[in-house]
């Protein structure tokens, strides 16, 4: 398959992913250049020659891949479109009622809320609606956008990216040109700009094989979200609310939002981090039993769910952020760690993120220099920006939350009035699968994975959820969750951990089935067509054998309304 003839097109600009970092990077590059150009006009400066941006989204339609809370810090957008709501942008509601509570098995307590949740202002919104907004206004910029083209590999060329190159369509399952079979085309760019979002694919490839890891490693978790259209007397428009389990909480700080969307829509999600201990921490169960609390029980009662799926969101922060560039290469949004997970927020950080890199691209395509001299020029600025600032401020959040309950009990009002310190500056913390312990380390009572009836009105299995996440994918195809070493499965691990992948995936993508082969063991059989893009498994595996690649492009959930 490497001897292919490809097409190739060669463009100034290329982004990689349709999410916020990169649709407002692209905005704001093409305005940025008007900018410029007007002020070199009047100088006699030399102009920019208008440049050709080319966006990549693995998605069938642009917005369909994205999935978040979402409460906004309408911070970013208003420098990027000052008159967002005069132009349509699709706000759902304006939090006018910001809580935290803590959940028990009888009720819930409000608690006073944290600075970090402070949200009355945000805008409550669905990623996916935003997502089609900004294209819309990418394009009308003159922006090229392909929806349904995946980036499988960066093109490399010595020490340099020099593009990327689409995946192939049409190869069957043993890896060979089918009938429909379509060659992905190489994209040659003066300069890439990957913002793939959480864990990105290539990203992840540039940052080991170029060396760019932050000092510490990333760690993240896993949010759940399910959208139901619940009785309107239960509405409560502007609603936001953030939320912990007692007794639960002493084991952990997973935890949930509930946020009210139009035609009496809830949002409602449940984060688990991915540093567990027990090899049988199921993300998806957790999502369900949180319905269970009596709150919920009744705000869903006679409700009907509409959307399942489930992301993980980057929580290393500043820490865990690589460098941000590289010859012929930019990082930004997610992809680059920018989320603030102590807020939950990673939207405004995304957007502001991708303007800073675009104002660089704007000195690059001036001086014609997309070495990582003229592209250093982002970090800059990042360091001078507010979103630095925030950033900074929560550096110590993923080390803090790493150290256990009791140490978070003590550091953080520390960390409050020390602008972000805690009782000490920069912890190391460990990746998050290197927690997972042994089975034979577990308490007896703890190895077995839980069990629990689903009554099929409020709380449901993953096979049925997924149903509920659009996701489709052409069964004959190599399965784009590469497995290295299968045997290790069915032996070391299924003795060790208890083939953990059963329990991390949100979407039932991981089965250990009968070898009929070898009586009395079990191998590995991978649903894919079922898998919703979360990234848990390339992360959460305690071999770090699972790799994550992008599958056909167009295929994966359709996170309408999401
Ligand atoms: C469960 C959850 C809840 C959240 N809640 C909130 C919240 O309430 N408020 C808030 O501000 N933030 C929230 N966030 C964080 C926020 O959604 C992200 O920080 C933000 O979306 C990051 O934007 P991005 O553009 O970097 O990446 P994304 O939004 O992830 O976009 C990346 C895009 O790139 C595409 N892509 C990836 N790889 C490829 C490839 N190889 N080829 C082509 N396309 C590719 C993806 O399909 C996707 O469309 C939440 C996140 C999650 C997961
Ligand atoms: S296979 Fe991996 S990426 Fe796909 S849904 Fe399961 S855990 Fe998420």
Redesign the pocket.
């Known amino acids: 398959m490497n001897e292919i003839e490809r097409e190739s097109m060669e463009v100034d600009v290329l982004f990689?992913?349709?999410?916020?970092?990169?649709?407002a990077s692209a905005i704001h590059l093409m305005n940025e250049i008007e900018n410029h150009n007007k002020a070199a006009e009047a100088a006699g400066r030399q102009l920019i020659e208008p440049p050709t941006i080319l966006v990549?989204?693995?998605?069938a339609e642009i917005?369909d891949?994205?999935?978040?809370?979402?409460?906004?810090?309408p911070k970013a957008i208003s420098e990027l479109v000052p008159d967002f709501q005069e132009q349509g942008f699709p706000t759902e509601y304006i939090c006018n009622y910001a809580g935290f509570w803590i959940f028990h098995p009888k009720g819930k307590i409000k608690l006073p809320v944290p600075p970090n949740f402070r949200k009355k202002g945000y805008h409550v919104v669905s990623?996916n609606k935003v997502?089609k907004w900004m294209g819309e206004r990418a394009e009308a910029a003159g922006v090229e956008i392909y929806p349904g083209?995946?980036?499988?590999k960066l093109l490399i060329e010595g020490n340099r990216v020099v593009g990327v190159r689409m995946g192939d369509m049409g190869v069957d399952k043993d890896g060979k040109p089918k009938g429909t079979f379509q060659p992905g085309m190489d994209i040659f760019a003066k300069v890439t700009v990957l913002?793939?979002?959480?864990r990105?694919?290539?990203a992840e490839r540039l940052i080991d094989d170029f060396d760019l890891r932050g000092q510490n490693p990333p760690t993240y978790e896993t949010?759940?979200?399910e959208i139901w259209r619940i009785d309107p007397k239960k509405h409560k428009p502007g609603r936001v609310v953030h939320g912990m389990q007692f007794p639960e909480i002493l084991n952990g700080f997973h935890g949930m939002?509930l946020?009210d969307m139009q035609d009496n829509l809830v949002s409602y999600?449940f984060?688990t981090l991915l540093e567990n201990e027990n090899p049988n921490c199921d993300p998806h169960l957790e999502a369900q039993k949180f319905k269970t609390t009596p709150f919920m029980r009744d705000l869903l009662d006679g409700a009907e769910l509409v959307k399942y799926g489930?992301?993980?969101?980057p929580t290393g922060g500043l820490y865990s952020q690589p460098k941000l560039y590289h010859d012929g290469v930019l990082l930004?949004?997610?992809?680059a760690s920018?989320?603030n997970a102590q807020n939950?927020?990673?939207?405004?950080?995304?957007i502001k993120t991708?303007m800073l890199a675009a104002e660089t691209l704007v000195d690059a395509l001036d001086k014609q220099d997309f070495s990582a001299k003229t592209l250093g020029g982002y970090t800059e600025r990042f360091r001078k920006s507010w979103a630095y600032n925030e950033h900074y401020q929560a550096r110590n959040f993923a080390p803090s939350v790493q150290k256990g309950m009791l140490f978070f009990g003590l550091n953080e009002p520390a960390r409050m009035i020390t602008g972000g310190r805690g009782m000490m500056d920069n912890m190391s913390i460990d990746a998050g699968h290197t927690h997972m312990k042994r089975l034979e380390e577990l308490p007896a009572k703890e190895r077995k994975k839980e069990e629990f009836d689903f009554d099929n009105k409020l709380t449901f299995s993953k096979e049925h959820m997924v149903g509920f996440s659009g996701t489709a994918h052409e069964a004959d195809q190599p399965s784009h969750l590469v497995v290295a070493d299968l045997d290790l499965c069915s032996t070391t691990c299924a003795e060790e951990y208890g083939n953990p992948c059963e329990s991390f995936c949100p979407a039932a993508v991981y089965e250990m089935v009968d070898d009929t082969e070898n009586p009395g063991r079990k191998k590995l059989f991978i649903h894919h067509e079922n898998c919703v893009?979360c990234k848990t498994c390339d992360i959460a595996d305690p071999y770090q054998i699972i790799t994550w690649t992008?599958p056909q492009g167009g295929e994966?959930p359709n996170y309408d309304g999401m």
């Open positions: 990689v992913g349709a999410g916020p970092a990169s649709l990549l989204e693995k998605s917005g891949h994205m999935l978040s809370g979402a409460c906004m810090n990623l997502a083209f995946a980036g499988d913002g793939e979002g959480v990105g694919s290539l949010g759940v979200k939002w946020y999600g984060v489930a992301k993980c969101i930004i949004g997610d992809a920018m989320c939950l927020s990673g939207i405004h950080m995304a991708g893009h992008p994966g």
